[in-house]
């Protein structure tokens, strides 16, 4: 069951992505969705009872205005470190800790973190995450989650657990 919905969900996101209905663009989307979908049967997202709670879409809507927040204020602060050469750079990688489970949970808090400027994820080993942050304030490994990844995580967890 996990294949087929992984296929399904894989070939709709296909279609809404390449905007095609040509039946070669097509066919090509359902063998690649469903050769993925064999491989890892559970990249999709969560289990398909899963997507009947309501309290998963309000927080992936709400989590779209966080992360749209998020990205605002890291340009800025870029855009500030770049356009005054006196303030402080202290770049540098933080270990940071993750209370997601599940791979496409973490997976989505690297691709946030990496979205927002000023900061890039580089690996994840087991609930731990490498980031290059232009300012690391602290290398505390507490400090920087609560820095970079509590505001994300808080909505990521309902969303993917």
Known sequence: ??????????????????G???????????????????IAPGVAGPEPKKWLQPK???????YLFYFIYAMV??????????????????????KVKTKLKTHAGKLALANSITLTP????VDIVGQYLYIHWIDVKSPDIEAA???????????????FE
Request: hydrophobic share 55%; proline share 5%; glycine share 4%.
């Open 1 to 18: 069951m996990k294949v087929v919905v992984s296929t399904v969900v894989l070939f709709v996101l296909w279609v809404a992505i390449t």
């Open 20 to 38: 095609s209905f040509d039946p070669q663009e097509l066919s090509v989307g359902l063998i690649t969705a469903a050769v993925i979908s064999m």
């Open 56 to 62: 998963r879409y309000l927080f992936t809507f709400i």
């Open 73 to 94: 204020k890291a340009n800025l602060d870029v855009a500030m470190r770049v356009i005054n050469p006196r303030l402080p750079i202290n770049p540098g990688i933080v």
């Open 118 to 121: 000023g900061t890039l994820s």
């Open 145 to 159: 989650t609560q820095e970079i990844v509590k505001g994300f995580e808080r909505f990521l967890e309902v969303i």
